[in-house]
């Protein structure tokens, strides 16, 4: 954007010039409404993370290292579309001429360097370095995306963040604040009041509206984008709380902007412009924030949906196949690679997860912030694309995790409509005079195949004590010991995960070994029991060990489902 004022950038938002698309069209790999796995990249490949993989480079990222970086973990992998983020939604990780460049607000002044996750060293300044670098050099990450998914033979989506608040993890003053635009400093009667993360835009407000439609419209005018994904989901703040199910028109007359324009556009091309949006996994959570899927539907305002932030299950993925009623909607279900105590969910949770995907009926995978170098995760790629490939395998099915017990408090504004905030398992607090404390845990093993060897529960507690002792149910069965002394039966589970050199996770140190042992109680469950769909699971305290005040917590329950053909049940 060069050079231009803040309030230069506000008109100049208005008014873009269009240009010519700079690829030409190839043939898909992948048809509408068939597609397998979807492969979100957050837009953090662009900018400071790359140092974690290029820890000898000292210079701005070029293109090599950027198409690396994107299509190495993917390349010749059953991904079949690529939906990339370029940014935030409110700056440019990119060449644009409606929104600015990171850092463009504070006259390129940057906070100073930092370390991320394991002490990897990050400079703020490459959020901004290397995409100019790459535009200046006549490769802007749009253009390279476009260009190098085609080449081989994969759909390019932008994934656009509808209301993006990463602007807001600094305090309200803070500068300088890269990701914080020109259009929200000197307009924050435009921002939503009174929320915890308070950088959200207001879209009862037309000119909001408008902004975000003149951003998504820029990468159909420059570039030949297959799609479109609008991430309603990174974040959920809309509008004032209380309001979001008497404001969600102003969501669908966006939306409607949005098909109207990418139609427009379409008929000008001569070919299809996808529209997918990303929202809550359940009907309900979509209507209670102000995401009026009804009518979208209704109206065909989204040739798909994909739902969710990652998933262990999709129950709701009927629910929105009845909305649907006779029309092939398809409906993609997110997985992510970690959560549920995992900072990076091993290979058997992972499949475990997919699984249960699948059986609830979801037409294809999405996978969200996998933050994959290297080729090391390709084959776990290719097996939850297909089904059959992952029979035979172990498989690992983990209870969803509150954000309580990640020091996040539940209600937090960002995090309003998910299964972690509004239906986790775990942690919960059992007394003696609670009797039965049930869970239900989703599971697409069938206990009667005789491809399951073996099952296993692990129950992991906090504030546990000489002299605990608990019963296990599964199903209507108790499980043997009758009653088990927790402390005497604390065993070692979990996994440690070691990549091969030169791989691993953007933003962690290269070639980190993963160790996520945790200490639990493991108790054998016979396989008949093991049924797929949700599997109950009764947890009782008999007796509490004295000492502690606090109740005893329990913080994970995990069910390990092993692989292989088991022993013949001898009969007299």
Not at 65 to 76: A, D, K, R
Not at 110 to 130: I, R
Not at 388 to 417: C, I, N, Q
Not at 553 to 568: N, Q
Request: charge should be positive.
């Amino acid at each position: 954007m060069g050079s231009l004022s803040r309030r230069g950038f506000l008109a100049a938002g208005a008014a873009a010039p269009a240009a010519q698309a700079q690829t030409k069209p190839v043939p898909r790999k992948a048809s509408p409404g068939k597609r397998r796995l979807l492969f979100n990249w957050d837009g953090s490949v662009i900018h400071t993370w790359g140092r974690t993989v290029l820890p000898a480079s000292y210079g701005p990222l070029t293109r090599d290292q950027f198409t690396s970086l994107v299509f190495t973990p993917i390349e010749n992998s059953a991904v079949d579309t690529v939906l990339f983020s370029f940014g935030s939604g409110n700056v440019a990780e990119y060449q644009s001429n409606v929104l600015e460049w990171p850092g463009q607000a504070d006259r390129f002044e940057f906070p100073k360097e930092k370390n991320w996750h394991g002490g990897v060293p990050v400079d703020p300044k490459d959020q901004y370095l290397n995409p100019k670098s790459l535009a200046d050099a006549g490769h802007n990450p749009p253009a390279v995306i476009v260009e190098e998914c085609h080449k081989r033979g994969l759909d390019a989506f932008v994934s656009f963040r509808v209301n993006d608040i990463h602007d807001g993890q600094h305090p309200r003053g803070t500068l300088p604040n890269p990701e914080l635009p020109s259009f929200k400093r000197i307009s924050p009667e435009l921002l939503v009041e009174d929320l915890d993360w308070w950088t959200a835009l207001d879209f009862e407000q037309p000119r909001v509206r408008a902004w975000k439609l003149r951003a998504v419209e820029e990468f159909f005018d420059r570039w030949d984008f297959d799609g479109l994904e609008l991430d309603f989901l990174r974040h959920s703040l809309y509008f004032r709380r209380g309001t979001e199910k008497e404001n969600g028109k102003f969501l669908t007359m966006f939306l409607r902007e949005v098909r109207k324009s990418l139609r427009a556009k379409a008929a000008k091309r001569g070919r299809p412009i996808e529209l997918a949006i990303r929202i809550p996994e359940r009907v309900e959570w979509c209507r209670d924030g102000g995401f009026e899927i009804d009518t979208w539907i209704a109206e065909d305002l989204a040739d798909s949906l994909i739902l969710g932030q990652g998933l262990t299950e999709a129950p709701g993925v009927k629910w929105f196949r009845a909305l649907a009623k006779a029309r092939a909607l398809p409906v993609y279900a997110s997985l992510a690679c970690y959560g549920n105590h995992y900072r990076l969910s091993p290979d058997e949770v992972i499949r475990g997860s997919a699984s249960n995907l699948w059986r609830d009926g979801a037409d294809g995978i999405y996978t969200f912030n996998w933050y994959l170098f290297g080729g090391w995760r390709k084959h776990l790629l290719d097996e939850i694309a297909d089904q059959a490939k992952m029979r035979g395998k172990d498989r690992h099915y983990t209870a969803v995790e509150g954000f309580l017990s990640a020091g996040r408090a539940p209600g937090a504004d960002f995090l309003r409509y998910n299964t972690p905030v509004k239906e986790p398992s775990v942690p919960f607090e059992i007394v003696p005079a609670d009797g039965d404390r049930e869970v239900q845990l989703a599971s697409s093993d069938d206990g009667r195949n005789a491809q399951l060897a073996s099952a296993e529960l692990w129950i992991a507690f906090d504030y546990s004590q000489p002299g605990d002792k608990v019963s296990i149910k599964f199903g209507d069965t108790a499980l043997e010991p009758a009653s088990i002394d927790v402390a005497a039966n604390l065993n070692k589970a979990g996994y440690e995960i070691r990549p091969v050199p030169g791989n691993g996770l953007i933003g962690f140190p290269p070639d980190q070994a993963w160790d996520m042992r945790f200490d639990a109680i493991r108790v054998k469950v016979p396989t008949q029991l093991v049924r797929p769909g949700r599997n109950k699971i009764a947890i009782r305290l008999d007796k509490r060990g004295p000492g502690l005040e606090r109740p005893l917590r329990v913080r994970r329950i995990e069910l390990v489902c092993k692989a292989g053909s088991r022993p013949p049940v001898s009969r007299a």
